[in-house]
């Protein structure tokens, strides 16, 4: 990833604008991860500070994979980002959330820690004691600079402490940014070779018959990596009903729709088993070798974002889609619809704390407005040139961003499961219903497909998944409230000499 815009969409290309402050993904991928999880304006790195010391600032990144390979690493900052980020030299490790514990409980030496979507484990870990609470850290270092009580309430615990700061395009406000988080790419040179210039892909039939040509003609290309996240978005399954009210997307008809469909793809032998264990990698290794005909997948927007335009994957692919569903409702598209996005976290024995503190700062840049006190404060600690949110750039919309929707971040309300009880039953029901996701696309037949997802539905019902739904119903009707109430007004400039 960079940290400064790049143009992705240009001409027949998705056009996007990219900042990294932190994520990722996102992708997550990190999807996200990153991303997934952090968006910004961007502003020139830290200056290098003085440093005698022969030790290196050892930042951590957590992703679901844990993989070193080379593609993999890619789609995070390199180190020399992360020394321009940090002002001082930075070792950068990858690993797991499990290994992560493991070194933690070893006392390996930490001093940033980066998780490149929500965890569960690592939610609790913030509590362990072994990181800064993010008030304390800013008290201690930065001359009174205070987090408003908005952003306390928005993105702390159940005990109103932040640990962990997120990296959201937006903190205790509504993103109304035309992003869409989903897209579909179809290789050029197939689609060229065998199908006419006015093949868009908008239909789920037109997506099949396509798929059959190639399968027949490109026995050694993947016909297509298509996988619920985008399908449910494609085709139109709501997080908030008409009422306002959030709700299981996975309850909603368009998800038995996009399973069936998912199921017949893998029947007819143009849906790889290996999607399922599909790392953002070697999703990005197939693209750049042009391997894959079709894709739309949850990873995928995430590692178009870390792209730069000259590379192999613009040089191969184009837009296509989306894919209608049957009922022709309107397609629903959300960044960060799968609740994930990166945080960080810094660790109390770190010997790096000032650097610890502009690195907050410098996240604070990226997604939320200083009040004049605030600014003041960054005025008296040196940090003048972080006082101003850049403006965001305008997003030029295609078939994706034109159906995009202002995305309230609500999974910062309750993604904290400080609550161990609630972490439990959330790990329990996304664990199981992965599984059951997985089984009903290897199905044999729609018929099976409809009636594992409605024991599936009923088993999600039954036990203690509603405690977790009302959880997440009530944090999300609280963060629209505490949106609507939050409205960023224009912040007046701060001088150096603290005069507005």
């Not at 892909?201 to 290309?221: H, Q, S, W």
């Not at 306002?244 to 008809?253: A, L």
């Not at 998912?262 to 391997?291: C, D, H, I, V």
């Not at 960080?344 to 009040?371: G, H, K, P, W």
Request: charge should be negative; charged fraction near 25%; hydrophobic fraction near 35%.
């Amino acid at each position: 990833m960079k940290w400064k815009y790049l143009p992705i969409w240009k001409k027949n290309r998705i056009r996007q604008y990219w900042v990294l402050a932190f994520l990722l993904c996102l992708l997550l991928s990190f999807s996200l991860l990153f991303a997934s999880r952090y968006y910004g304006g961007s502003a020139a790195p830290f200056e290098l500070l003085e440093n005698d010391r022969e030790d290196k600032l050892t930042w951590y990144f957590v992703t679901k994979s844990g993989s070193t390979f080379e593609e993999d690493l890619s789609l995070l900052p390199s180190e020399k980002e992360l020394t321009e980020l940090a002002g001082v030299p930075v070792q950068r490790e990858v690993c797991t959330a499990d290994k992560f514990l493991n070194l933690t409980a070893a006392n390996a030496p930490m001093d940033v820690l980066t998780s490149c979507y929500t965890d569960s484990k690592l939610k609790r870990f913030e509590t362990s004691g072994r990181v800064w609470n993010l008030e304390l850290l800013a008290e201690k270092n930065l001359h009174g600079f205070n987090f408003s009580e908005s952003f306390i309430e928005w993105c702390g615990n159940t005990k109103n402490d932040v640990y962990a700061y997120p990296h959201t395009k937006t903190v205790t406000e509504e993103d109304k940014s035309p992003s869409s988080g989903v897209a579909m790419l179809v290789q050029k040179e197939k689609k060229e070779e065998y199908f006419s210039a006015s093949t868009t892909f908008g239909t789920k039939e037109a997506v099949v018959d396509a798929l059959k040509v190639i399968r027949k003609n490109e026995p050694d290309m993947v016909p297509c990596y298509l996988d619920l996240t985008s399908l449910q978005q494609m085709f139109g399954a709501r997080i908030e009903d008409e009422d306002g009210t959030w709700q299981e997307k996975f309850f909603e008809p368009e998800t038995l729709e996009g399973l069936q469909y998912l199921n017949r793809l893998y029947r007819e032998r143009m849906l790889p088993q290996e999607l399922f264990t599909l790392t953002e990698g070697a999703l990005l290794s197939q693209l750049r070798e042009g391997k894959v005909f079709l894709v739309s997948t949850r990873d995928l927007y995430s590692i178009l974002q870390c792209l730069p335009e000259d590379d192999l994957v613009w040089q191969n692919y184009e837009p296509a889609g989306p894919i209608r569903s049957d009922s022709g409702k309107i397609f629903q598209f959300r960044r960060n619809y799968d609740e994930q996005y990166a945080s960080t976290m810094f660790f109390l024995d770190s010997s790096y704390e000032s650097v610890q503190a502009r690195l907050l700062i410098r996240f604070c840049v990226c997604n939320m407005d200083f009040s004049p006190v605030q600014q003041e404060a960054l005025v008296r600690s040196g940090l003048s040139q972080w006082v101003k949110h850049l403006p965001r750039p305008e997003l030029e919309k295609d078939a994706f961003h034109t159906f995009a929707v202002p995305t309230i971040p609500y999974e910062i309300l309750f993604s904290h499961y400080a609550d161990t009880r609630l972490a439990t039953i959330y790990d329990r029901t996304e664990n199981y219903r992965s599984a059951q996701i997985i089984k009903m696309v290897l199905s044999s037949s729609p018929e099976e497909v409809k009636r594992i997802y409605s024991e599936t539905l009923q088993e999600m019902k039954n036990g203690d998944y509603e405690l977790l739904e009302n959880w997440k119903e009530n944090r999300y009707q609280k963060a629209k409230e505490l949106a609507s109430s939050n409205q960023q007004e224009a912040v007046p400039k701060i001088t150096d000499s603290g005069e507005s």
